[in-house]
């Protein structure tokens, strides 16, 4: 399962909160929904599979469901602060915490105490406590701007919001004004933040990416693609009121399963125009940039075990990232999903256009977004390859982009700074910045020289950015003489840059500071221009279509997805393809038929060994028909009972085309069971003592 992956290069109290004024919800179509956490379809639930949630049931799951920062979905299982995620969720930990003789990525991990759970150099846990309706005071303040004052006012407001949510402690609380319905509606959500995660167990990568490629999306599947982490407070394993008890029996087939997790982003909403440019421009982009960016690391993953090791997190990300975007440039050339979204959008444009009143309120949101999509389509190559970074790539880099623009930003009065650096967020830079995580200097001067190649490429050797990027010399030299002449990889250095301010970044003779420095004015125009005159027009537009179809239907569905905690509800279920059943569940008696031996169907000695003694019957991975997508990764997969019976990792070729539509006859979650992750834990690598913890809910 695609995830967001923290250097993408593209951005409970709930119950007790202010609730929103919302009409009931009339209906939806089959298991589809990524439903926000107060607002809940409760009568479909009920009418669906006779099961209402309480209000106890919501928030015990509202607590206990958490997210990582860097992009994916986990769960407490535990009183003492154990989680439960991916072994994919946990790659970039597993690799930093190897050293030299160690590749925890590969081999797996485990500790015998919590007093061996080593921390987690750069991974940061978020726990939902609150989200408030801040619709009314976001549209006041927004009323009667555009463009580059639009702009302006949201920034200014999101900053006072925010900046109120975390006011008595930003390091303890996070605070993010989340747009829904494309503005439609507006939401603040506060989260508890973990920045003391440490590694408890994962597996072997064998065992957890089981099946490779050639299975990847795919189903059958035999994959143990599970990790656990502990936070921690003072020191000590955090004390958390809320966890998910853990069922080892896991789900029965037909079962009602919901998922709690936070689905990254989708395009279920966005107008026909913008499928468009997703199809012709966007996706062939990102296709070509990461065919030949896979390629590079292949190639340097081979010249030594080093470099194998160094890479094989950033490679096992593109690779997967490959394939979904492949998948949807399939889905974006399906002539079903467009008519119907065009039959869509001209019955709303007539039921506008039917009453002078409405014609009056609502304007043409379709022409304004056109003007917002050309303007993007004319800076998409230049801000991609240096807004985005995809010319300029790197870790070294990315501190340098990121220091010197916080030096900028933080000069500025809290409410005109970019949403990134609000006071509010500062704590997660600084955070950042003091990272321990290692940097391999042969890792970035090859995606440095790379991306340098790229950026002229794309742009032509003409191009003015090119030529003060590169100035004379070679993408190769240039890459070598950054990389070698920075001190960035050491955190000490970063973060005296971000305490001494601008004066420090402005004094800077680091090579890789002195870049960033000489890039900014340009890319902070690209990104104004990017703002004014493509996202705010925009999201104008979404939100005027958005509060036509609340004044023609009420609120019948759910917002697109946000990176925000959803929850979704479903049965264990398998499908037809082709006219032949696939079953719900595998087993572990097929993982050791499937075994062959060789990669990527090699299983390691542990399992090997463990042939004679684990009960063949035990079932392995699920599907359900639980809606989700990128950023679901590490979902729990709970009963009615709030208990844990499955754990969230992929989804089936079908599930590809779910950013842009739902269909339950095909679209399938792909899930771990508890069943065997507690027989593997007993079994295979004899870890009684987690097993113990998950079976009684604390150390």
Not at 364 to 387: C, G, H, Q, S, T
Not at 676 to 685: H, S
Request: charged share 25%.
């Amino acid at each position: 399962m695609s995830s967001f992956f923290k250097r993408s290069l593209l951005p409970l109290a709930v119950l007790a909160c202010a609730p929103a004024v919302l009409p009931a919800i009339p209906f939806a179509h089959a298991d589809e929904g990524m439903w926000t956490m107060d607002h809940l379809p409760v009568e479909l639930m009920k009418q669906r599979y006779g099961f209402t949630p309480t209000p106890a049931w919501t928030e015990r799951v509202t607590k206990a469901s958490a997210r990582l920062a860097l992009g994916c979905s986990a769960s407490f299982v535990s009183a003492d602060g154990l989680v439960m995620t991916n072994h994919h969720c946990a790659n970039e930990c597993l690799q930093q915490l190897s050293g030299k003789g160690k590749n925890y990525f590969q081999d797996g991990y485990s500790a015998k105490s919590p007093a061996d759970e080593q921390r987690c150099p750069a991974m940061e846990l978020n726990q939902l406590d609150s989200i408030t309706d801040v619709t009314e005071r976001m549209q006041t303040a927004l009323r009667g701007k555009d463009g580059a004052a639009y702009t302006t006012a949201r920034q200014a407001e999101e900053s006072a919001i925010e900046k109120d949510c975390a006011k008595d402690d930003p390091t303890k609380w996070r605070c993010d004004v989340i747009s829904l319905y494309h503005g439609g509606r507006t939401a603040l959500y506060r989260y508890r933040r973990y920045q003391d995660v440490r590694m408890v167990m994962a597996p072997d990568q064998n065992a957890a990416f089981f099946g490779g490629d050639p299975d990847n999306f795919n189903f059958p599947r035999y994959d143990l693609d599970m990790a656990f982490l502990r936070v921690y407070e003072n020191g000590k394993p955090a004390k958390v009121d809320a966890f998910l008890p853990f069922d080892a029996a896991g789900p029965k087939e037909g079962e009602l399963v919901f998922t709690s997790g936070n689905p990254g982003s989708t395009e279920r909403e966005v107008p026909l125009a913008d499928l468009e440019f997703s199809r012709n421009v966007t996706v062939p982009f990102i296709v070509d940039n990461y065919s030949a960016l896979d390629g590079a690391l292949w190639q340097y993953s081979r010249e030594s075990a080093a470099h194998h090791q160094e890479a094989q997190e950033r490679i096992f990300g593109i690779e997967n990232s490959l394939k979904v975007y492949r998948g949807r440039v399939d889905v974006l050339a399906d002539p079903k999903l467009l008519d119907a979204k065009a039959k869509s959008e001209a019955s709303l444009r007539d039921w506008i256009n039917a009453d002078p009143k409405r014609k009056e309120a609502y304007g043409d949101p379709w022409a304004k977004n056109a003007e917002a999509l050309a303007v993007k389509k004319r800076i998409f190559k230049p801000y991609v390859m240096l807004e985005g970074s995809f010319g300029i790539q790197g870790e070294l880099f990315q501190y340098a982009k990121l220091l010197v623009r916080a030096a900028n930003e933080r000069q500025k009065p809290d409410a005109e700074r970019l949403t990134a650096y609000h006071d509010a967020r500062l704590p997660a830079l600084e955070a950042e910045l003091g990272s321990t995580a290692p940097v391999y200097p042969d890792l970035e001067k090859t995606e440095l020289a790379f991306s340098l190649s790229k950026l002229r490429q794309v742009l032509g050797a003409d191009d003015d950015m090119v030529k003060l990027v590169l100035g004379k010399a070679s993408p190769d030299d240039l890459a070598e003489t950054l990389v070698k002449g920075t001190k960035l990889a050491d955190p000490k250095v970063r973060l005296a840059l971000w305490k001494g301010g601008a004066d420090a970044v402005a004094a800077s003779k680091d090579p890789m500071i002195v870049l960033a420095r000489s890039l900014e004015p340009h890319t902070r125009a690209l990104r104004k221009q990017m703002d004014d005159d493509v996202a705010a027009p925009s999201r104008q537009a979404t939100e005027a279509m958005a509060k036509a179809r609340f004044e023609r239907d009420g609120v019948s569905s759910y917002p697109d997805a946000t990176f925000t905690q959803r929850l979704s509800f479903g049965q264990v279920k398998g499908w037809d393809e082709n006219g032949k059943a696939v079953p719900a569940f595998t087993y572990f008696s097929g993982l050791y038929d499937r075994a062959t031996g060789s990669d990527p169907f090699k299983l390691t000695k542990p399992w090997l060994d463990a042939k004679a003694h684990v009960n063949m019957k035990t079932p392995y991975d699920f599907v359900s028909t639980n809606d989700i997508i990128g950023g679901n990764s590490g979902s729990p997969v709970i009963n009615s009972e709030g208990h844990a019976v499955g754990l969230i990792f992929d989804g089936n070729i079908h599930s590809l085309g779910g950013d842009f539509y739902y269909d339950e006859s095909t679209n399938r979650a792909v899930a771990v069971d508890t069943a065997a992750i507690m027989e593997a834990l007993k079994v295979v690598y004899k870890n009684q003592a987690l097993a113990k913890e998950l079976s009684q809910g604390h150390l």
